[in-house]
């Protein structure tokens, strides 16, 4: 996608489609304004008779605009003005693709960056009119022997004001481009079947990462060899009732003026597909346990924006790799382990797989000294029963990262929501033979998933974001989202504006 931004008259733009936000009341944005000016009052006068209904997320196609330089106008409904905050804004944008994407049309002029959204800029605006745009134009077809032809749309102008509006919409643009790539990125890893998407070809993808970024992201695989010579001996004990061997995937880049700044490492829960193990899971719905694995796919995306927009920050992004299978080489409830930590496991539920593969893979990064650490995984099903499925579950040994965090997912608008890590659920994870158990019961059964793994934690600053709510769709719309690569992106571009700041301090 190519995204372009544009100043004066917008009665002179040529484009194939133009899109006009409208609010209910029919008080006309600037662009809207002259707009009417130009073509004898056509949008005030659609709007007087109540030919368009400009209720949030309501569109309306005018094939020919007199008057106006472009083909097409589409008029977005942006509801009532004293309710356009940033859901409703990005909802009038999704309405705004969905419908463009479905034209024949290969660029398209939009003027969403005038809409006045409280504290958000034209560079906000601007990267989620990009991050839109990558939304719609996702297709998953790879396995489909009759595909509907792909969008046409390639190139988007964004109408703005005066030339400072211009500058920060291109940076915008510019961020919303490469997040929305990485999202898609994400999406797809996580949507791809468990026979195709595998610990192996996970390993191969961060290798074909590596690869196209000119030396830009180092990457190393372990295999089950080396990692039972490291000793990470719980997360082999996941994948050992697989044909499919297990992987720990590294993928280091240094983006910092100092290379030997430390790092913020990022660790995904790749299980590409569980079955609960020898504790099976219910038959219904299990296909979905493909989406497993969209902690790393999530992981996976984030390197790929970094790399498109190239931070001055050092990353780390961890990979836990594994399937989790019912033969008869699999690990059982009853059995104790030993994590490359040195603590003993009881597993009390083979189901509870990803805080074992996520605990090693945390224990890896204290090589590398970190500034923080945040992993990602499709957890708990109780963070869905607390949470529904619009915010990410965020816990914390530090209260500063979470807040970080909490930040980058508002800016980000892809939220999260901080729960408690207090000392007192950690005696839910009492073992009677070994030094803890991988469940703590029902109750609270989010929390003490993150405790389990805050014992793997305690050397540096720690986050943890469990997605099961918000990394896939079921039903219709059944699909991963690449949810929080946004959340990600942000939190380490945030990494890097305060990293300016200080030395600006100093």
Not at 180 to 208: D, S
């Amino acid at each position: 996608m190519e995204f372009l931004v544009r100043t004066g008259n917008p009665a002179k733009v040529e484009s194939a489609c133009l899109v006009i936000p409208v609010f209910k009341e029919g008080d006309l944005l600037p662009t809207a304004s002259r707009l009417d000016d130009a073509s004898e009052r056509l949008v005030g006068q659609l709007l007087d008779r109540g030919d368009f209904d400009a209720r949030l997320g309501n569109v309306q196609l005018i094939p020919f605009a007199p008057g106006l330089s472009s083909e097409r106008l589409l008029l977005v409904g942006l509801g009532e003005r004293n309710k356009c905050q940033e859901a409703a804004f990005r909802k009038a944008l999704d309405a705004a693709f969905a419908a463009l994407v479905g034209l024949p049309v290969d660029e398209v002029a939009v003027a969403f960056t005038e809409v006045p959204v409280a504290e958000r800029d034209a560079a906000w605006k601007a990267r989620m009119v990009a991050e839109a745009s990558h939304r719609a134009t996702y297709r998953f077809d790879a396995f489909k022997s009759d595909k509907a032809p792909a969008p046409r749309l390639a190139r988007i102008e964004l109408l703005v004001g005066d030339d400072a509006e211009a500058d920060a919409a291109r940076e915008g643009a510019r961020i919303g481009d490469a997040v929305g790539q990485g999202i898609n990125r994400a999406r797809t890893l996580g949507n791809l079947p468990g026979n195709v998407c595998t610990p192996r070809y996970l390993a191969e993808q961060a290798e074909a990462l590596g690869q196209a970024s000119n030396g830009a992201l180092g990457v190393e695989v372990l295999d089950e060899e080396a990692l039972e010579a490291l000793g990470a001996h719980s997360l082999l004990a996941v994948g050992r009732g697989s044909a499919e061997p297990s992987r720990l995937i590294v993928m280091r880049y240094q983006g910092a003026e100092d290379p030997d700044e430390a790092p913020h490492v990022l660790v995904g829960k790749g299980i590409t597909f569980d079955t609960g193990g020898i504790s099976l899971k219910p038959g219904e719905a299990m296909d979905e346990m493909k989406f497993d694995m969209c902690g790393a796919a999530s992981v996976f995306g984030t390197v790929a924006a970094v790399l498109a927009i190239r931070p001055k920050v050092n990353l780390v992004a961890i990979v836990a790799a594994a399937e989790n299978m019912p033969d008869g080489r699999a690990a059982k409830p009853g059995d104790i382990i030993r994590t490359l930590k040195g603590l003993s496991v009881e597993v009390l539920n083979t189901d509870a797989e990803g805080r074992l593969v996520l605990c090693d893979a945390l224990t890896y990064a204290e090589r590398f000294t970190p500034a923080s650490v945040v992993d990602i995984a499709t957890l708990t099903g109780a963070c869905i029963i607390a949470l529904g499925h619009h915010a990410t579950g965020l816990l914390a040994n530090d209260d500063d990262l979470a807040l970080d965090l909490l930040e980058a997912g508002e800016a980000a608008w892809d939220r999260a929501w901080h729960l408690p890590l207090w000392d007192e659920y950690q005696q839910q994870l009492d073992s009677n033979f070994a030094d803890l158990a991988n469940i703590g019961g029902k109750p609270a059964g989010t929390i003490t998933a993150a405790c389990f793994l805050s014992r793997f934690a305690d050397t540096f600053p720690w986050a943890h974001l469990d997605i099961a709510g918000t990394a896939w769709s079921s039903g219709k719309e059944k699909g991963a989202s690449g949810r929080p690569v946004g959340l990600l992106t942000q939190y380490l571009l945030d990494r890097e504006a305060d990293a300016v700041v200080e030395t600006e301090a100093e």
